[in-house]
């Protein structure tokens, strides 16, 4: 193998030569012996060693084709720039590897094979074995731009046995630097196996290992194992393999790690680059070559790291690491992970497990960046301290690291499970300040097919401080599919759900951005899980939970639809705390649809003070129905003071199209949850069963009412009003009605309006068309109210009711009564608003429009505006007020209620989407910010009045 690689190496070379000295004999010294050839170069500049050794000499074994020099004493080290070159031999005996075979096992003392202390040398194409010491030292801070080349260090002629070094294979010390090991060409390639120690020891800075075989003999596919590290970098400014090399390292086999970045002196390794190297797999890139130790080791403090790239060139494959691929085991900063294939094979579809992917245990300021992390028989990524011995030590919480634009738990097309045993992405033990995905399409991690959860925040060694004080927290999780396959359309689910909070505070998922908006569906058991002491004050917004990219189709969880809480959209438990499930601002509600089980339950002693706002819960974005397998939001066992919807625009929730109930409680204890402004429609159909159900032992019909209310159960078994009459005036809806309950105490009685009657008889309750807000019961606890709304509603719909206490135990609905509308000629006009407004009663006239300002006189009966007066038609009004920024503005009418809708388009096919439901007019000008409109007015908008 020597004619080829003469050509590779010599192109290193751009100065002149002095004097060639040739090898002639395997001697240990005299004329024409290695040694000589040393002594010479070491007196005069810039030469030459070559050899022309013939085949009679005593030390050629003519069956392997190979000359064996065997030095008694330490050969001289190199003190001039030297080129040594074994592949000058004439001929090609040895069609396997190296001719020349430098032996040491005859020299006692501590010595290496060759030891350079000039810059400018080169080392080509020997086998280098048994030395006591290393196979190749570089030493001095002086020695630079040398190169080793075409050697096969630590093994035989054939690069398959270990004959070891006893050292490492190749040490660089003292300060030697901007070295090469190998090089672009395949030829350069050296096989770096069997030796007692380490493979490659990196002391200097900006040395470069590139297309080496380091663990493994000649073929890259079977293990010879260095005694250490494959490769141990010790300085800064590393470069470990390189984009344009035509073969990548072969770091695999080795007895301890793949690649260790440890410091032994005071400050961090700095500005290293691993890339275009395989990392526990054979040349193929599919055998399984494991390191016995972790992958990629950043043992002492680093900074500007870098492990991989965004070509594809500089791709690294990570594999078969017994802990995980890369670990980040001291406080480090500014690691940048990026592009790599992680615990699966080259082509990105079979699994070659580590332990775990990733572990930034300590890791600062790190960025995961679109890597494919899957097949680890653990976590695809575990971030979280170690070492930390309270929570006030801040030497080593990993925090600030950004984990966007990668596929966990899929292959590397992002369509197949090749799942992580356990979690995707886990954030635990004191860890803070992560962000999980970006605003940005190519923030977006696809999350899916793993064992347990696909993000777990919080869970494992989250144990230091107090519950809620010290722990994991302030984590965002935005833009991310968890569950969903890179193609979005159908399910590649976590097994135990999508995203879980456990023990840990203030983190985000979601946000009101479009761009912040996870998908987190089709997984196994929930979608969303909150749960332990200590998880509080956290957010989840603007999410779709069982719906498609799009929000078209539904996307459920997978489970059975048998219980309340498998297969839920959010479950709530194990006492979770003072947490947001959407909110009151355009875009912070969440779409919870189409999943098998409840869409959101809360559960358990100390769940509680969570505020459920603004959300779609049963419908897809374009207002078609979608339901969620069983209820919308059940409460048991003891889960209190948690408002559903509430008294001010925006946080009122719709609840629509539930095979069971739109909101259902049970156990004694599960009380003070207020159910306020909410939209509650199309939910269990059985006539035998109510929309909203405070059942006690078997009781699934309405709550009866009972004397002074002093009973027990869900919500206290608060009553509901009993309504005796609703009717249509000239003045707006009038609502008469009495209620049964405690006496001496204020109520709030919320009055609904709905097209259709529930089946039971009570409810349900479309739109809150008014509400009385200080109904007083006198000593027997009875109080009647009658109360007019500034709201006109059809003759053929329904009125009903809910009573909220003083300690927000909310009711059923009441039951339901019909509007009585004198409508002596049919056009939905009762005859006391067309007297009033000069209209004759017994004309139908409300197709008419009486001002001529586009509008009928019956709608504008309904929208509250005189049918005798024009008026321009009330019309959104654009601003921009800078370039990321649109904002719609309209003036609002007291005390009605509105909802904006948007569409991409105009015309009969075009599709109107809410942009904000459930808004409440204060009868001043109105300004909501879209949050998907930005940087140009994209969509057109409307004003749909609401009964």
């Known amino acids: 193998m020597a004619l080829a690689i003469m050509v590779a190496w010599s192109a290193w070379i751009t100065r002149g030569f002095g004097e060639d000295r040739i090898v002639t004999n395997t001697l240990d010294s005299g004329t024409g012996s290695l040694r000589e050839a040393i002594q010479f170069a070491n007196a005069n500049a810039e030469t030459r060693i070559l050899f022309n050794i013939p085949t009679s000499d005593p030390n050629y074994h003519a069956t392997e084709g190979i000359w064996v020099i065997q030095p008694r004493t330490a050969l001289p080290d190199l003190m001039r720039g030297t080129v040594i070159d074994g592949s000058s031999q004439p001929g090609d005996t040895n069609p396997f590897g190296p001719e020349i075979v430098l032996n040491g096992s005859l020299i006692i003392a501590y010595e290496s094979g060759f030891l350079v202390e000039a810059a400018d040398s080169v080392i080509h194409h020997f086998v280098i074995q048994s030395f006591p010491a290393d196979g190749v030292t ?11 080349s075409g050697c096969y260090i630590g093994t035989d002629h054939l690069g398959t046995t270990s004959i070891p070094n006893g050292g490492a294979g190749v040490q660089i010390l003292n300060g030697a630097q901007e070295n090469t090991i190998g090089g672009e060409a395949t030829s350069d390639m050296n096989v770096i196996s069997g030796n007692g120690s380490n493979g490659i020891v990196l002391d200097g800075a900006n040395n470069a290992v590139v297309g080496n075989y380091v663990g493994v003999d000649r073929s890259g596919l079977v293990a010879i194992p260095n005694g250490g590290q494959g490769i141990a970098i010790r300085e800064n400014g590393s470069q470990v393999g390189r984009a344009s090399a035509a073969l990548p390292n072969i770091i695999a086999g080795n007895s301890k790690q ?6 032994f002196v005071n400050g961090p390794v700095t500005d290293t680059k691993i890339v275009r190297t395989y990392i526990g797999l054979g040349s193929d890139g599919n055998t399984l070559i494991p390191n016995q130790l972790t992958a990629v080791l950043l043992e002492t403090l680093c900074q500007r790291i870098t492990i991989g790239g965004a070509s594809e060139a500089e791709r690294n494959l990570i594999a078969g690491s017994p802990n995980a691929g890369i670990v980040v085991s001291r406080p480090s900063t500014e690691i940048l992970i990026q592009g790599n294939h992680i615990g699966l094979d080259h082509t990105g579809s079979l699994a070659r497990p580590n332990q775990h992917g990733i572990d930034l245990r300590n890791a600062r300021n790190a960025r995961v960046l679109g890597n494919v992390i899957s ?8 971030c979280g301290a170690r070492l930390v011995f309270s929570a006030t030590d801040n030497l080593n919480i990993p925090n600030n690291n950004v984990i966007a634009g990668n596929i966990i738990g899929l292959n590397a097309a992002g369509l197949a499970a090749v799942p992580n045993g356990r979690t995707g992405i886990a954030i635990y033990h004191l860890s803070w300040g992560n962000t999980i995905g970006g605003p940005n399409a190519e923030d977006r991690n696809v999350i899916a097919g793993n064992g347990n959860w696909g993000v777990h925040i919080g869970g494992p060694f989250n144990d230091l401080g107090p519950a809620g004080s010290g722990r994991t927290g302030s984590n965002k999780v935005y833009g991310n599919w968890i569950g969903t396959p890179a193609a979005g359309s159908a399910s590649v689910g976590n097994a135990w759900g999508g995203v879980a909070i456990e023990e840990s505070t203030n983190n985000d998922v979601g946000g009101p951005e479009a761009g912040m908006r996870n998908v987190i569906s089709g997984n196994a058991t929930q979608g969303i899980a909150i749960f332990g002491l200590g998880a509080a004050n956290n957010r989840i917004q603007g999410n779709y939970i069982g719906l498609t990219p799009d929000g078209l189709a539904i996307l459920p969880t997978t489970s059975s639809q048998n219980s309340l809480w498998s297969g839920a959209g959010i479950n709530i438990w194990n006492g979770a705390q003072d947490n947001f499930i959407g909110g009151t601002a355009p875009g912070q509600g969440n779409y919870i649809s189409g999943n098998m089980g409840s869409a959101i339950t809360l559960s358990d002693n100390g769940t509680t ?34 408002a559903i919807g509430g008294t001010v625009s925006g946080t009122g929730n719709t609840i629509c199209h539930h095979a069971d109930a739109a909101i259902t409680m049970a156990n004694t204890g599960t009380t003070n949850n207020p159910i306020l402004g909410n939209a509650i429609f199309a939910n269990d159909t059985n006539p035998d069963h109510v929309p909203v159900k405070l059942f006690w032992n078997a009781e699934t019909g309405p709550g009866l009412i009972d004397g002074l209310d002093n009973d027990f159960g869900p919500n206290g078994l608060q009553n509901a009003p009993v309504l005796q009459f609703a009717s249509v005036q000239a003045d707006g809806l009038t609502v008469t009605g009495t209620l049964f309950t405690a006496p001496n105490q204020s109520f709030r009685v919320e009055c609904f309006a709905s097209p259709m009657m529930h089946p039971s008889g009570y409810g349900e309750g479309q739109y809150l068309v008014g509400v009385i807000s200080n109904v007083v019961t006198n000593a027997d ?10 709201s006109y509603v059809g003759s053929d719909w329904h009125i009903t009711a809910t009573t909220t ?39 139908a006239d409300g197709a008419e429009d009486a001002d001529g300002d586009g509008r009928s006189n019956l709608t504008e009966m309904r929208l509250g505006s005189d049918p005798r007066t024009y008026s321009e038609p009330v019309t959104p009004e654009l601003t921009s007020p800078n370039a990321n ?7 609002t009418t007291l005390n009605r209620r509105y909802r904006l809708e948007r569409s991409p388009g105009l015309g009969s096919g075009a599709v109107w989407m809410p942009l904000m439901d459930h808004l409440f007019g204060n009868g001043q000008a109105m300004t909501i910010t879209d949050p998907d409109a930005q940087g140009a007015i994209r969509y057109f908008y409307r004003l749909v009045h609401l009964p």
């Not at 570089?138 to 080793?148: A, D, R, Y």
């Not at 969570?610 to 207002?623: E, K, S």
Request: net charge negative; hydrophobic share 35%; with cysteine.
């Open 781 to 790: 606890g009875q109080a009647t109210f009658t109360e007019t709304f500034p």
């Open 885 to 891: 920024t649109i904002q719609v503005r309209f003036t």
């Open 138 to 148: 570089l030493s001095g801070n002086h020695v630079t731009g040398c190169h080793i």
């Open 258 to 263: 793949g690649i260790l970045l440890q410091k």
């Open 805 to 843: 206490s003083s300690s927000l135990n909310t009711s059923e609905f009441s039951q339901a009564v019909p509007v009585d509308m004198d409508d002596m000629d049919g056009d939905g006009m009762p005859k006391d608003y067309e007297h009033q407004h000069g209209f004759d009663p017994e004309f």
């Open 375 to 382: 097949g680890n028989h653990q976590y695809g990524i575990a």
């Open 609 to 642: 003070g969570h505020f459920i706002y603004g959300n779609t819960i049963g419908l897809l974005i374009n207002r078609q129905a979608a339901g969620n397998g069983r209820v919308g939001i059940a409460l048991w066992d003891h889960a209190s003071n948690n």
